[in-house]
């Protein structure tokens, strides 16, 4: 159980152009969605809390116009990276919580790794 | 100072060795931790979640030391598929957020 989809795995756009990356939980339900961001050699860093039915909270530095989330339902949450440009390049993962467990332990999806030329 | 810290490494570790590593947190009100285990260009995977009493999953074991504030990872007889890097995450007190240490790269050699 708790699997996590994220698609598509992989995408290469030219700079200008929006990118649209979905999460999908595929046997559970997800009040909360979260998108994190990983540079190479670094460490995964939070992006914003993605909640069902209502705005996502982004982390300090995070433009919320660049990075449009929506979660309009307990299984998908989607990332939209508008006019992309090169240096947002990276690889994009989501993880969502079930919304029943007690536990924080949240599941992640494969990752998309975005390039943008 | 970052909130949760890991030495980078990489630990090289012969097959079969015992290798440990350590874990810092500075948010004394963190309520959850755990391990995850992340290969190259993939996902992070939960490896264990880590009690306070302390806890072991077949080879690898996982203690919590609230008064130093560092959780530990030990994995014993250790395989050419242990190789990765390990991070160490912490619940923040703020409810939800996780966060991500640097994580540790252990290569396991023959």
């Known amino acids: 159980g708790a699997v996590v989809s994220q698609h598509p795995s992989r995408v290469i756009c030219k700079s200008g152009t929006s990118v649209k990356i979905e999460c999908r939980s595929l046997?559970?339900?997800?009040?909360?969605m979260f998108w994190y961001r990983q540079f190479p050699k670094q460490s995964l860093m939070l992006m914003a809390t993605s909640n069902e039915g209502s705005k996502a909270t982004y982390e300090q530095g995070v433009e919320k116009d660049k990075f449009l989330i929506n979660h309009a339902s307990l299984t998908l949450s989607t990332l939209t990276v508008t006019s992309a440009h090169p240096e947002d390049s990276s690889f994009y993962i989501c993880?969502?919580?079930?919304?029943?467990?007690?536990?924080?332990?949240?599941?992640f999806g494969p990752g998309t790794r975005l390039t943008v030329t | 100072r970052k909130e949760v810290e890991q030495d980078p490494g990489p630990f090289n570790v012969p097959e079969g060795a015992t290798v440990a590593f350590n874990c810092t947190y500075s948010n004394s009100a963190s309520q959850s931790f755990f391990w995850y285990r992340q290969d190259c260009r993939k996902e992070p995977k939960l490896l264990m979640s880590v009690y306070s009493s302390g806890n072991e999953d077949g080879r690898f074991t996982a203690q919590l030391n609230r008064a130093s504030q560092y959780i530990s990872l030990l994995i014993r007889d250790s395989k050419l598929s242990d190789s990765a890097t390990y991070l160490c995450?912490?619940?923040?007190?703020?409810?939800?957020?996780?966060?991500f240490g640097g994580g540790t790269r252990v290569l396991v050699k023959p």
């Open positions: 995450v912490v619940n923040s007190a703020a409810g939800n957020k996780l966060t």
């Open positions: 046997d559970f339900q997800a009040t909360t």
């Open positions: 993880s969502a919580r079930d919304f029943r467990s007690y536990s924080y332990e949240q599941y």
